[in-house]
């Protein structure tokens, strides 16, 4: 840095690193990933790295946060859930469960409480979306 010379180490080799993500709710509203480290198998500079460095770290924190934002688009709820009853979902409990095939789901439980009120405007909203499918429908 500015005219001195700085060295740099390139490590190379492979490795297997186990993250074991674990689906978690904070304050019924954000659904997050809790990244908990397996074994890590790989010598040498590059094991020791993976083990100790801040490259096992930057390499979870990558994992977690690329699985947590294909998560989040699945569990958006102003995209899946009308808008009357978007500000009043809780999510109680998020669980990976095995879909077979190598397929992975999530199952999401939560609940929504609302009132005579809000149960009126979300039928007049189902009654305007069907409206609108019908007349879209329709030559």
């Given at each position: 840095?500015?005219?001195?010379?700085?060295?740099?180490?390139?490590?190379?080799?492979?490795?297997?690193?186990?993250?074991?993500?674990?689906?978690?709710?904070?304050?019924?509203?954000?659904?997050?990933?809790?990244?908990?480290?397996?074994?890590?198998?790989?010598?040498?500079?590059?094991?020791?790295?993976?083990?100790?460095?801040?490259?096992?770290?930057?390499?979870?924190?990558?994992?977690?946060?690329?699985?947590?934002?294909?998560?989040?688009?699945g569990t958006d709820f102003?995209?899946?859930?009308?808008?009357v009853v978007q500000d009043?979902?809780?999510?109680?409990?998020?669980?990976?469960?095995?879909?077979?095939?190598?397929?992975?789901?999530?199952?999401?439980?939560?609940?929504?409480?609302?009132?005579?009120?809000?149960?009126?405007?979300?039928?007049?909203?189902?009654?305007?979306?069907?409206?609108?499918?019908?007349?879209?429908?329709?030559?």
């Amino acid at each position: 840095m500015f005219g001195k010379d700085r060295p740099n180490k390139l490590i190379g080799g492979n490795g297997i690193i186990e993250v074991k993500l674990t689906p978690a709710v904070d304050q019924g509203t954000t659904l997050r990933l809790v990244p908990t480290v397996g074994r890590i198998e790989a010598e040498g500079a590059l094991g020791e790295l993976l083990r100790s460095g801040s490259l096992g770290d930057e390499l979870r924190e990558k994992i977690r946060d690329s699985l947590l934002h294909a998560i989040e688009k699945g569990t958006d709820f102003k995209a899946t859930l009308p808008p009357v009853v978007q500000d009043y979902v809780v999510l109680e409990s998020a669980q990976f469960k095995d879909a077979g095939g190598g397929d992975l789901d999530l199952n999401l439980q939560g609940r929504f409480q609302i009132s005579d009120t809000q149960i009126q405007e979300l039928t007049n909203q189902v009654k305007q979306r069907l409206a609108a499918a019908q007349s879209f429908a329709q030559p």
